[in-house]
């Protein structure tokens, strides 16, 4: 299975070097989606997954994507939603539980970008395609906190969260900055978190550690079709392939 994972979604591409890396225009987003579809890809949602794991890895997963979003900026709620709810494809955003209604000011080179708030976090939750994980309390750099610093980031972002968002909220966890350690992991995995993700590429397979989930980070240069028509071939082979030796 492949896992996508996206950032910024907006028509203002002036951002620098840096921000292009992490952002697709909505048009972008339309042609990942159609051109997955179009080689037979299924875009399914990360609930899909924590429904009943044994059960899923018995099903055809070679074919099968889950997108998620890091940070929860507003401009998911304005541009990328639109396209969800227009192509029905499911998402789960990544949301830092203790800057809702914040910015990015963990990332100094990064032109100001706000983050959703609760509201609109909510707000983002009815059309039933969108759901929500955590990105941490304060997107620290988590393998420079002390054990007891570590779990009271996550239980703290995952109570927020899951108060704030009910049913709408998943007991997943995607890393800060992709950065972890071995403690780290140890500390996801004392959490309530279910699942871990990162920002090393590969498959998610059945024997991917739970808190070790690989993914394709999707950037400007994604949104031209035959540029990511070309990767999400390349990948399919390859995850079905790996898939087939897992077995």
């Given at each position: 299975m492949i896992t996508l994972c996206l950032h910024h979604v907006s028509t203002a591409t002036e951002g620098g070097a840096k921000y292009r890396q992490f952002l697709i225009t909505p048009k972008g987003l339309t042609w990942v989606i159609?051109?997955?579809?179009?080689?037979?890809?299924?875009?399914?949602?990360?609930?899909?997954?924590?429904?009943?794991?044994?059960?899923?890895?018995?099903?055809?997963h070679a074919n099968k994507i889950v997108m998620t979003y890091d940070d929860g900026y507003e401009n998911f709620l304005t541009y990328a939603l639109p396209v969800h709810e227009r192509e029905g494809c499911p998402a789960t955003v990544f949301a830092v539980a203790?800057?809702?209604?914040?910015?990015?000011?963990?990332?100094?080179?990064m032109p100001y970008s706000p983050l959703m708030s609760l509201e609109q976090m909510q707000q983002a939750?009815?059309?039933g395609l969108i759901t929500f994980g955590s990105h941490s309390l304060l997107h620290s750099r988590l393998q420079t906190l002390t054990p007891d610093e570590l779990s009271r980031d996550l239980q703290q972002s995952h109570q927020i969260l899951a108060s704030g968002l009910g049913d709408s909220y998943l007991p997943v966890l995607a890393y800060p900055f992709g950065n972890y350690s071995q403690g780290v992991v140890d500390g996801a995995k004392d959490s309530p978190n279910k699942y871990a993700f990162t920002i090393k590429r590969g498959f998610w397979l059945p024997t991917t550690p739970s808190h070790e989930v690989p993914r394709f980070c999707v950037g400007f240069q994604d949104g031209y079709p035959f540029v990511f028509?070309?990767?999400?071939?390349?990948?399919?082979i390859t995850a079905a392939i790996q898939s087939a030796r897992s077995h």
């Open positions: 159609r051109s997955a579809r179009a080689l037979g890809m299924e875009f399914i949602s990360m609930a899909d997954v924590l429904r009943d794991p044994q059960a899923f890895w018995q099903t055809n203790g800057k809702i209604s914040g910015s990015n000011d963990w990332d100094p080179e939750t009815r059309s028509f070309a990767k999400c071939l390349r990948n399919r």
